[in-house]
Structure formats: C-alpha cells, structure tokens
C-alpha cells in the first residue's frame, strides 16, 4: 500500500503508507509525552534545582501554554509553506529545546527550555495530522491512520508518566528530556526518506497572519497567567482582573482581525463544517480533565502514599493500556455509528471513572482507590479521541488540513493549561485551608487532591451536553453510476467522502 500527497503538489514520489503513518504517530507522541513526562520528575527537579511551587507549575504550564497558543499558527504554517518542511523544522527545534532543557542549572532555564519545547511542539503537532489527512484517501484507511493517531495521541501523556518515573529512578531528572533527543534524530532521518513534500500556497513570512498571532497568544498567556499567579493575589485583585481582562480584549481583537484580515490565521468560515466547533470544546474538556488527573495522581502517589517515581509511574500505566484498547475499538465501530453516539458514551465512561477517583484518601490503598477510577477513566478518553479527531476533520478541504488539526490540538492544550491553572489554584487554597485548621499534613495534601480531581470530574462531564450538539451520521444515498472518468487532484480538490455528516 502506498501512500501520496491528496489536494497539493508533491515534489517526489509515493512513499510507503506503513512509513508515513510511524513516523507521524511517533512525532505525535513525542510531543504529548513531553506534556507530563515531567511530572513524576517534578520532586526531583524541585530538590535538585531548589525550584518554588510555582516554578514547578511552569515547568509543566510553560510548555503547555506555548504549545497551545502557536498550534494555530503551527498548523497554518504548514498548509502555506509546505508540511514536511514545518515538520522536520518543529521536530529540530523541539530536539534542541530537549537537549538544553536537560542541562538546564536553574529554574529559569529549566521554564525557557520547556516554553521552546512547546514552540516546537505546536509546529510539529499539526503538522503530523495534516500530513495523514493529506496522505491517506477519506473512508477507511484514513480512519484507521486517524485511529492510530488519536490512540497515540491519547496515550502519550499516560506513557509519559509511566517513562518519567523509569527515566527518574534509574537515572535521574534531566533523562525525562534528554530522552528526546535520540528520538527527535532518528525522526529527523526517517521525516526525509518517508515524507512527501507538499507544495505550500505561498512562501513569503509577510503573507502570515502575524498581527493574529500575536493576539491570540498574548491572550492565551494573560488568561493562564493571571489564573496561575492567584496562588499569591486574590482573585478579586486589582492585577489579576486586569489580566483576565487584558486576556479577553486581545482575544476579542484576534477575532476582529480574522474577520477583516486577507489572510486571516484562522478563517472564521472554516467553523461552518458539521461538528468542528463541538469538536474543539470537547477536546477542551478532555485536555483539561486528562492532565488534571496526571497532575494530581502523581503527586498523590509520591507525596501520600510514599511512591518512587518508577512506582508511580508503573502504578499510572493501567492508563495508557485502557486508552489503547478502547481506541482499537472505536476504529472498528466508528464508521457504522459516526462519532456522535461514540463521543457520548466515551464521555460517560470517562466521568464515572474521575467521580470515583475522588475518593482517594491518605491511607487508601492502590487498588481499592487508584487502579480501577484510572483504568474506567481511560476507557471513556480513548473512546472520546478518535471520535473527537474523526469529527472535527471530517469534510475539511485538503488545504485546511493544517489549520483543522491546529484547532484540535489547541482545543486540548488549552483546556489543559487552564484547566490545570484553575484546579492547581483551587486545591492549594483547600490544602492550605486544611492545614491552617490542624490537619496533619497528608490529610490536608489528600483533600486537596481529592478537590483538585472533583472539580476536574465536572469539567470533563460538561462534554456530555456538547456531545448532543454534534452532527448524527447521514447514511449516503445509493449510488446508480459507478464509473466515472477520474479527474486530476489539485490544491483545491474536493475530499471524496465514504460517509457525511449533516
């Protein structure tokens, strides 16, 4: 089976499918990975580097927060430059951030690392997607690269914990990022003999949305921030509404500026396809109950229970097991029922899953309180990822490709960055509140964990009334020709489609 370049010119021929296929989905998990990799690190890093509580919550929301506020630009880069291109540059960066992160000396080197960490993911992450989009034909084959794509997706953050705590405990810290770097050059080398290149619409940086950049990023990190820094100000404080409001304006002029803009970032019109908006909330809700979960379970496990990082890490691996399988399992069922009733009932699964993990306590055991809310919750989000995906690309024209997959991955990461900020605030407030009355200190950490996880649980349930909005499959109509002559594909060729969505 070979795989080509749908909807753009290619400057070489086919390329196997298998390969293009590998390398997307391990740059895919690369990249998730490194969004909580460092989280059973995050004790060490603290006691080696003498880094602050709030440093530690960079450490992850400097890397979440750059990833999710370029993605948009990241996946519009790569439908006007070219995607191979964008990849390999996104996965050199990204390599190189590794490399200096894990030589990092102090805290603030440590936080700049993971920013350009992020810089190079949210190049390389849309660029993965797009690639299999314009790779492989709408109907099976690319249900079934968007099944292996949203499985790795969906399971690298929990592989991530599980390789965090190995890397941590054999080794030390720093291996949780220079782990990246043999990877990212053997990516390197496999992008170049198994990538086609795709002809981009211009070449020209001027032609970029910059101006929308700008302000959809600078909005971005004055809303996680302004969220993030209520650990020392008040929510009522003077800075801190004048950042969520400065967040809010500079979001509302990147909206302005995509309506009046020639070549706007993100053309509002692309928001008229069956179920993209629904898609993107969903992915939300998932990235911020996901992470929030990751957060919060690997420090209950080190810091109450008494776990090493390669316990813990071992302990979290019933998560990415479950995701696996019930991604395998949507791929087969999604083209029969459309991603509605799936994205539902995944949904679900999950919620049940985060309501029952709230009841961790300070002497719980793993298996009563850890293993089965974990393993039930994996369940419900690799059933929503590949439902998710399939939604949000269904019915995109090739040369939105890029800018489709963007939306999902900054869907997620931003539900992440401000999902983690708010909950992170809010379980400090309820520890801090704990301690101040006397509770003894794994009591007081259990509480606010366990505050941390319900509030996560709500956030994640909200998808259920999102999930009613989005488009029921319409079976297509029975087809009296048969035959036809094939017309030539260019850059702006219309997707053939097995299955719509109305």
Do not use: K
Request: glycine share 12%; net charge positive.
């Amino acid at each position: 089976m070979e795989s080509r370049v749908l909807g753009s010119r290619s400057t070489a021929g086919p390329r196997p499918s298998w390969a293009v296929l590998a390398v997307c989905c391990l740059a895919q998990f690369m990249v998730v990975l490194d969004i909580s990799i460092v989280n059973v690190a995050l004790p060490s890093m603290q006691d080696d580097l003498g880094m602050s509580a709030g440093g530690l919550q960079w450490v992850v929301n400097a890397y979440t927060l750059a990833f999710a506020g370029l993605l948009l630009f990241g996946g519009r880069a790569a439908d006007l430059f070219g995607r191979r291109r964008v990849f390999i540059f996104g996965l050199t960066l990204f390599t190189l951030a590794s490399l200096g992160g894990g030589f990092a000396q102090n805290e603030v080197q440590l936080v700049i690392a993971r920013a350009v960490q992020g810089l190079g993911g949210a190049v390389l992450a849309p660029a993965t997607l797009s690639l299999l989009m314009t790779s492989f034909a709408e109907g099976r084959a690319r249900t079934r690269a968007l099944g292996a794509w949203g499985a790795t997706a969906a399971s690298g953050g929990a592989f991530g914990t599980v390789l965090g705590g190995v890397l941590t405990d054999v080794a030390n810290w720093r291996w949780v990022l220079f782990v990246n770097v043999p990877i990212g050059i053997l990516l390197i080398v496999a992008a170049r003999a198994a990538l086609v290149e795709s002809r981009g619409q211009i070449s020209r940086l001027r032609d970029l949305d910059v101006p929308g950049t700008l302000t959809v990023t600078g909005g971005l990190v004055l809303l996680v921030y302004a969220i993030v820094r209520t650990e020392n100000s008040s929510w009522t404080s003077a800075t801190t509404l004048g950042m969520l409001a400065g967040g809010v304006v500079l979001i509302g002029v990147f909206l302005a500026i995509e309506a009046t803009t020639a070549n706007p970032l993100v053309p509002l019109r692309i928001f008229r396809y069956p179920g993209l908006a629904a898609a993107n909330s969903i992915a939300a809700v998932l990235g911020a109950g996901m992470f929030a979960v990751l957060f919060f379970l690997t420090l209950y496990l080190q810091r109450v229970q008494g776990y090493s990082p390669l316990r813990a890490g071992l302990a979290i691996l019933p998560m990415p097991i479950s995701i696996i399988i019930a991604s395998q399992a949507v791929t087969r069922l999604i083209g029969r029922l459309g991603p509605r009733p799936i994205i539902i009932t995944g949904v679900v699964i999950g919620a049940a899953g985060q309501f029952w993990m709230t009841g961790i306590s300070a002497g719980g055991s793993y298996w009563a309180e850890v293993f089965g809310p974990i393993a039930l919750m994996a369940l419900g989000v690799g059933t929503v990822m590949v439902a998710m995906v399939t939604a949000a690309t269904t019915g995109v024209p090739l040369h939105m490709a890029g800018l489709a997959s963007g939306l999902v991955n900054t869907g997620r990461q931003i539900g992440a960055a401000v999902g983690l900020a708010v909950v992170t605030a809010l379980a400090e407030n309820r520890t801090e509140h704990q301690t101040h009355q006397g509770v003894a200190l794994p009591r007081a950490l259990t509480s606010g964990y366990s505050f941390g996880l319900l509030i996560a649980a709500c956030v994640f349930a909200v998808g259920l009334p999102i999930a009613l909005l989005l488009p029921r499959l319409r079976r297509p109509e029975p087809v009296v020709s048969v035959s036809a002559p094939a017309a030539p594909l260019d850059g702006e060729s219309v997707v053939a489609t097995e299955s719509t969505q109305a």
